[in-house]
């Protein structure tokens, strides 16, 4: 009897193997439902905000570029104005300079008044936006301007029928565009420059008698202009450098027959 209380015994120590049922703890695997968690992988939909962070930068490089041919386009027509009124009468460098960079301002200033102007703004409203929008583009384009055209050998000497002026002033306003674009990204990315006059374009005309002037129609204009003085002057120096010779082909060499006749 003893045997079999011992034997039942050990099979009562087999229901300690209903521990086993602890294994339906295993049941806890149902925690890889947590992995569902990889739904918040939906959070990188973030990227989406990567490529508005793109969309942005590239809108505001475009105005930009915009704001800057702006400034170009009055620079451009202020310097060469200026530099045929010192070439007209005479003028040194040194009185030439100072004419040719406030005209440059004075035509920067207007083509960026006139499109607020045409908008129903006020005289006086524009041309204070226009100051505080405009001002230090144009200063960066006139200061590396002229440097670029000391440097140019002979470029400030040349007069407007000299091939290397309409070389050297291109040259010029194309590395002083690329010296203010920085400049007025960093005004637009503050809210300054010309983000200050962008309400106004596109706006209905409240003076429809003040030309709407595109910038790409005056890039175009000064560029045709600036072929058009090289190709003028080209030709000036061709037809001197022709009569030149034509001249010394009619002049008797000394020693010659012909010349000892004379």
Known sequence: MAHHETTHDQHAGHDQHSGHGSHAGHGGHGGHE????????????????????????????????SATLHCLTGCAIGEVIGLMIGTALGLSNLATIPIAVGLAF??????????????????????????????????????????????????????????????????????????????????????????LTHEFHGAEAQRAWIPDLATPMLVTAIAAFMVGGLVVSLADELGLQGSGDSHAAGVPAPGTAESAAG
């Not at 968690?37 to 990227?47: F, L, Q, W």
């Not at 989406?48 to 942005?56: F, I, L, M, N």
């Not at 703004?121 to 301007?145: K, P, Q, R």
């Open 106 to 195: 004075l035509f920067g200033y207007t083509l960026s008044t006139m499109p607020l102007l045409r908008a129903g703004a006020a005289v006086g409203t524009a041309l204070s936006i226009v100051l505080a929008a405009d001002t230090l583009s144009i200063l960066t384009m006139e200061v590396v301007d002229n440097v670029v055209m000391a440097l140019i050998p002979g470029a400030m000497e040349a007069g407007l029928v000299n091939p290397l002026f309409w070389i050297g002033m291109p040259i010029a306003l194309t590395v002083a565009f690329f010296a203010a674009l920085p400049v007025n990204k960093w005004l637009l990315s503050r809210g300054k420059g010309h983000a």
């Open 34 to 65: 947590g992995h569902g968690g990889h739904e918040d992988h939906s959070g990188h939909g973030g990227h989406e905000d990567h490529s508005g962070h793109g969309g942005r930068d590239m809108a505001s490089t475009k105005m930009a570029v």
